[in-house]
């Protein structure tokens, strides 16, 4: 079975600060694909960045940006000057084939300004 | 812009009571998702569909039913709502035949008294 783990509930950042979160993964499938979603406080989920399997390079996307390890099975999320509207919950989330998406528990972001 | 759409944002309903979700996405997308979302839990995929008509039971299927009669409109029903699904459901959509992320609609927040 298909697994997504975010180990952190819960992280906190300074405005302007750099933050990491942590997610991990299991799947024997050899192509799929990791995306990150956000969700605000007014609960429209809206996509962040993806990441396809089969790409080495890690996906970066303004101020977002991933650090995909395909052999540890880990796809980190690291926001960089960090902005009072990134206070959200991100959720980490697995594709493969079948096009359904597996989420992780997801991480609460807040941001102290 | 993709939208998806959900019928009511807040649904207060009584144990026992037939509860119709309604998803109405506006971009032709082929594939429509249901989801519940629980603290703690991340979201949990209930019903997808890959096309009219076609239905393919996720996660957690159990005391939920669909309804896909037109391309645009995905249904849930809770044939006989239980206090434990009171919840927050989310409805996505996506292209068909390749990988795409899924846009997501408000939610609806059912709660089952």
């Known amino acids: 079975a298909q697994t997504v783990t975010q180990s952190q509930p819960e992280m906190s950042v300074q405005e302007a600060e750099t933050v990491t979160l942590s997610c991990t993964y299991d799947?024997?499938?050899?192509?799929?694909?990791l995306f990150w979603y956000k969700q605000p406080p007014s609960r429209q989920m809206i996509l962040v960045i993806r990441?396809?399997?089969?790409?080495?390079q890690n996906a970066t996307e303004n101020r977002f940006s991933v650090n995909f390890q395909k052999a540890a099975k880990s796809f980190s999320l690291k926001i960089s000057d960090s902005q009072l509207g990134d206070a959200a919950m991100y959720f980490c989330?697995?594709?493969?084939?079948?096009?359904?998406?597996?989420f992780g528990s997801g991480t609460r972001l807040l941001v102290r300004p | 812009d993709v939208k998806v759409t959900q019928s009511s944002r807040y649904l207060v309903k009584r144990t026992g009571e037939k509860v119709f979700l309604e998803c109405v996405q506006d971009?032709?997308?082929?594939?429509m998702f249901w989801y519940r979302q629980d603290p703690g839990l991340g979201l949990r995929l209930i019903y997808f569909?890959?096309?009219?008509?076609?239905?393919e039971k996720g996660d957690i299927p159990e005391g939920y039913s669909v309804s896909r009669e037109k391309k645009e409109r995905f249904s849930l029903i809770l044939e006989s709502a239980s206090t434990n699904q009171t919840s927050m459901y989310l409805c996505?959509?996506?292209?068909?035949?390749?990988?795409?992320?899924?846009?997501f609609g408000p939610g609806t927040r059912l709660t089952v008294l």
């Open positions: 990441q396809e399997a089969y790409k080495q």
């Open positions: 569909s890959y096309d009219v008509k076609m239905k």
């Open positions: 799947t024997s499938e050899s192509d799929y694909y």
């Open positions: 989330a697995l594709m493969d084939s079948s096009y359904k998406l597996i």
């Open positions: 971009m032709d997308h082929e594939n």
């Open positions: 996505a959509s996506s292209l068909g035949g390749a990988v795409d992320e899924q846009f």
